[in-house]
Each structure stands twice: as C-alpha cells, then as structure tokens.
C-alpha cells in the first residue's frame, strides 16, 4: 500500500514540477559535466525526455558493452536512453519508476530513440513499481550486471529495502553506480515530513554515515565515493526551514563481490591497468582515490583488488602478488561527501 509521502512525491514529479525549471534548488541538477561522447549521445535525445530530467549526478561508468541494466527511478527516460546507446543492440536497459506521467514521457518517445540508434528492435523496456518493492515486479535474482540510480533513493521511504533488494538482483561481481543526496547529519522528522523539501530531494537525504552501515548490511563492498558537490539551497524559505544542515549530492559506486575484509588490509598486492578500456587510454579512476595510469604498477589493499578481480574490469588489469602475506593495516581512509564548509576526497 503506498504510503502518504509516496503519493507527495508521485504528485510533486508527475504534477508539480513540469521540467527542471520548476525545481527550487540544486539537489536534483546535476553539475559535473558529461564526457564528450556522452554529451553528443544527449544533444541527440528526445527534447521531452531531456525537459524532464531530475538527476543530480552523472551514472555513467565504463565498459557497458552488451550489459544488462536496471534504472532505478527512471523517470521520463534520459538516462536510460542514453545507455541504451552505450550498451550497444546486444544489451538492455529496465526502466523502473512509479510515476504514470514520467513514465508516458518515456515510453512515448521509445521508437524515435530506436530509429535515432539504427537498432532493429528497442533495447529498452519500462515498469511501473515501488523502487521499494521490487520483488513484486517477478525480476530475476542476480539477472542484472549493472544498476543505476539517479537522485532517486532520497525519495524512497524504506532506503534498505531497496538496497536489498539492488544487491540481489545483481549478478555476482556486479555493480550498482548510482548519485543521490546525502546529509551531514539525520534529518529531523519535522522536516521529513515536509512535502516540498522531501521532493526536492532534501528531507528524505540520508546520513551518510548511515549509508555505509545499510549498505554493509545489504552485503554490498565497502561505497566507492566517485565525486561529490555541496549542494545549495537556493530558495530563501526552504533554506530557513533546513537551517545548518549540509546536504552534498554525491556519486557512489557498490560491488556485489564476496570475500570482502572488514578493513583495508595490506598484502603487498598490486595491480597494472592495460589501457585498454576505450574512454580512458591513458588512466582509469574506480574513484577519486584510486586512479590508475596505464602501465603502471599501484599498489592497493585486499579489498580493492578483489573488487578489480571479481567485477568487469578484471581483464583489463594485470593481477601482481597474492594475499600469502599479510604486512597490516593498508593506509586509507573513509572519505564524506563534500559538503557545505567541508572537505571532501577519495573513497574505499
């Protein structure tokens, strides 16, 4: 049964906010800029589907080739049509979202994107569901190599059901790449219950602290913090409604990869990235604190390698040592968003 806040935010984004226009600040925009061939791919998108997008990130990690992948949140369609491009004929892209006039937009425009792709079939589909209850939607166990979410899980009530459910649905080794906001403290139920400041993403933000926690319970690897921004709040009322908590909108990347240690652990493992993903010829980021130039060796902790190892972009690195010996503690640390006032960094 839907709940009194799911109806809000149905209504606030098949209603209310009629393009990103209406939006009063900045939590649901996303301001890191695309790579240029992402960039090409959206100027080519349907203009409806572009009108109505409400993301804060960019979810758009490498090597997507013939993947199968699963949009939380989908909305009127932007970001699965545009890795519905990447992932090329052979792969396929769900839409999932549980608002009827988002999902119009989407599915109206479902043969114009499979003409603009020269495909002979689309490779996207569209459900209606609750991100939250997934399992009433008959999707498989561990059917998925990639989940994505933009701006999305804020808006869910019940956020570890549905990383739950996330980490099941994917396949071993897979991944969930996805941006949301967060705040730097929980948010006070006054303001939880706020219709305008929980669909402007800002009252139903999660503490990220209680983030790593649900995610851990969830099975999940370590969060891999790709990027973050502070994000403002523009409009003078809310502003004073949300006082001095800091909201910051970040990206995070998740592996669904058994054999994780508790901490960072130091067997003098090291890796060498070929090169050879097409985007990143010179380096690769899992994220901003692990970069990885071609050729080089770099040396990373247990958990690490095993996320290399275990996930999709294990052939394009070279495995160096093993975990026979155990040297300590591997120097890292757990980095927070960037939010107002504050430092941010690295991840993992």
Known sequence: ??????????????ETLESSEDLKTTACCTAVA????????????????????YGCGLVLPDVLEGLRILDLGCGA???????????????SVLGVDMTPEQLAVARAHSDFHRDLFGYKHSNVEFMQGNIEALD??????????????NCVINLAVDKAAVLNSARRLLK?????YF???????RIPSVLVSDPILYGECLAGAMYWQDFMRLSSAAGFAEPCLVESEPVNVTDPELSARVGEIGFASATYRLFNVAGQEAAHEDYGQEVRYKGSIEEAP?????????????????AVSSNIWNI?????????????GDNSVHFGAFSSKIAAPSFVGSAGGGCC
Do not use: C, N
């Open 1 to 14: 049964m839907e709940s009194q806040t799911h109806q809000e935010v149905q209504r606030y984004y098949g």
């Open 34 to 53: 695309p790579p240029a061939y992402a960039k090409k791919i959206l100027g080519q998108l349907h203009p409806e589907v572009l009108a109505r997008y």
């Open 77 to 91: 369609g932007r970001d699965v049509y545009l890795l519905a491009r990447l992932v090329g004929s052979e792969g």
């Open 136 to 149: 009433a939607l008959g999707l498989e166990e561990s059917s998925f190599d990639l989940i994505v979410s």
């Open 172 to 176: 071993p080794g897979g991944e969930m």
């Open 179 to 185: 941006s949301d906001i967060y705040a730097d403290r």
């Open 282 to 298: 010179e380096f690769w980021s899992l994220d901003a604190a692990h970069i990885f130039p071609t050729g080089a060796p770099v």
């Open 308 to 320: 290399l190892a275990k996930s999709r972009f294990s052939e394009h690195f070279q495995f160096i």
